[in-house]
């Protein structure tokens, strides 16, 4: 069975940092796109970053671009997202996914329970 | 970007009712659509990738068709479980983007 936990989410100040990680089970992890999407309070779903399987290729999305940096540690079944410079619309649970490539694009799959993050002063 | 745009953004429905829901994209994306649902407090589930394949263990009554900018999410006969928010997302291009949701609420 596929778990995601992810963990690292607390209250933090405007311009603040956090790091988040997300604990991998049940796949084979090195064989799997790994993707961050977020959900404001009361608000829809954002896609925020995509790392490869192999880490060579990352994506974001213009919202955190500059700021936040994801990574994996295949040898610690692990994502993280490096969130700098935080503003108050980061706001938001932020859920990690992997990914099934078919045809060249990935579709999200399994995803963890969240974890929330609080910028705020 | 594409724009993802679900109608209606909110429906009532009984039990047994049949249920269909919307989502156009702003430009062609093939088959490329997902939908997910999501219960309050909990994390999204995928129910249908590639606009129309069914992920294993959904139940039946979920169906997905279209292809390229028009797609439809049907509830054949709606149970107390479905009561739940609906999103579809493009994975055709980056970015990814969901739609803004439809909420499924008892009548």
């Known amino acids: 069975e596929v778990q995601l936990l992810e963990s690292g989410g607390g209250l933090v100040q405007p311009g603040g940092s956090l790091r988040l990680s997300c604990a991998a089970s049940?796949?084979?992890?090195?064989?799997?796109?790994m993707a961050w999407v977020r959900q404001a309070p009361g608000k829809g779903l954002e896609w925020v970053s995509t790392?490869?399987?192999?880490?060579?290729?990352?994506y974001y999305a213009d919202s955190v671009k500059g700021r936040f940096t994801i990574s994996r540690d295949s040898s610690r079944n692990t994502l993280f997202l490096q969130m700098n410079s935080l503003r108050d619309e980061d706001t938001a649970v932020y859920y990690c996914?992997?990914?099934?490539?078919?045809?060249?694009?990935?579709?999200?799959?399994?995803w963890g329970q969240g974890t929330l993050v609080t910028v705020s002063s | 970007d594409i724009q993802m745009t679900q109608s209606p953004s909110s429906l009532s429905a009984s039990v047994g009712d049949r249920v269909t829901i919307t989502c156009r994209a702003s430009?062609?994306?093939?088959?490329?659509l997902a939908w997910f649902q999501q219960k309050p407090g909990k994390a999204p589930k995928s129910l249908i990738y590639a606009a129309s394949s069914l992920q294993s263990g959904v139940p039946s009554r979920f169906s997905g068709s279209g292809s390229g900018t028009e797609f439809t999410l049907t509830i054949s006969s709606l149970q107390p479980e479905d009561f739940a928010t609906y999103y579809c997302q493009q994975y055709n291009t980056y970015p990814p983007t969901f739609g803004g949701g439809t909420k499924v609420e008892i009548k």
């Open positions: 049940g796949f084979t992890f090195s064989g799997y796109a």
């Open positions: 430009q062609g994306i093939n088959i490329y």
């Open positions: 790392i490869s399987d192999n880490g060579g290729n990352t």
């Open positions: 996914a992997n990914q099934i490539a078919t045809s060249g694009r990935r579709r999200l799959d399994s």
